[in-house]
């Protein structure tokens, strides 16, 4: 039978083989931190595609939409009056 001593040590020796092979097992896996797609925008019955992009940063999920300006224009000044909207956009774009 072995002594305290020799268990212990045989513990340890365990317990160092335990840990290196989860190190070695362990993947950096190499996550794509950013996905982009395209989705279609609606409003009055006139669409855009926008662009929606999600960041993944350690847990945290960072959602950004790119739509064009018109959308916002549109949905703000409403489409009765196309010729305001119209000069609004040129008036944001400098033309």
């Given at each position: 039978m072995l002594n305290t001593k020799e268990n212990k040590l045989?513990?340890?020796y365990y317990i160092?083989?335990?840990?290196?092979?989860?190190?070695v097992s362990c993947k950096n896996e190499a996550k794509d931190t950013e996905q982009v797609y395209d989705e279609y925008y609606r409003l009055a019955n006139i669409g855009w595609?926008?662009?929606?992009?999600?960041?993944?940063i350690n847990t945290i999920n960072?959602?950004?939409?790119?739509v064009p300006i018109v959308y916002y224009i549109l949905k703000d000044q409403g489409s009765s009056d196309l010729k305001k909207v119209?000069?609004?956009?040129n008036a944001h774009i400098g033309l």
């Open positions: 045989k513990f340890r160092l083989v335990l840990l290196c092979w989860c190190l595609k926008s662009k929606k992009i999600n960041r993944y960072y959602t950004a939409t790119e119209d000069s609004i956009y």
